[in-house]
């Protein structure tokens, strides 16, 4: 569930509510954005597990709060909920690439007509195909780095170059708009309003993380942004 983006008290009520209709007395579990920590028979028995791959999949936080409600209600046993949450883990469908880029492109042209309140037929465009080409920019260099935020700066690299080149081939176009548009598609405001969450559900340390971990992002997407601007202009 952390790996698919949930809240940690929602994670830490579904570890609770396994718990207890499997039969144990007194679980305790604490739950981070990196690691998860539960305790069984009064604290002698503990185990953490560590958490390493951080998206924003709620698919796969739904399946798992669904078996976790028909473990409670008898309609699975220990064994099969084990089983079939493994099976989510591996299985979970996600949309193919090419429908999440043409997502891309439709939220980055709706979404500058909505911040900058303007439309016309020349930015319209440009915004889906810089946000388009951005966002596959951020899919594909995600798969060659383990260092986060490397690849949203890289995205936000591809997106200032290429907003600056049709700027280039078409003066009439705004630089500003098409790029607060692309740039919509990667802003973190899922992990804004989950860190929010954590917070004013009292897991401070958890939202803190998480909010912290947001803003890195947006630093890297602002970032990639005034890197180009810096040496090409706009």
Known sequence: MIEGGSEMYRVEDTMLR??????????????????????????????????????????LVDRVNELSREFANKKIDLIQLHNKIANVETKTPTFPLWM???????????????????????????????GALGYLAYVYFKRFTKVRFLSELIAAIVMSIIAIIIKALFPQTIVDNILIGALMTLVPGLAFTNALRDLFMGDLLSGIVRLFEATLTAIALGGGVAIVIKFMGA
């Open 18 to 59: 396994i718990a207890k209709n499997a039969g144990v007395d007194d679980p305790r579990v604490f739950a981070t954005p990196t690691c998860v920590f539960m305790s069984l028979d009064g604290g002698n028995l503990s185990q953490m597990k560590q958490i390493r791959d951080r998206n924003i999949n709620l698919e």
């Open 100 to 130: 999440q880029v043409i997502g891309a492109a439709v939220l980055s042209s709706t979404l500058m007509v909505l911040f900058m309140d303007d439309y016309d037929w020349i930015d319209f465009p440009a915004a889906a195909l810089v």
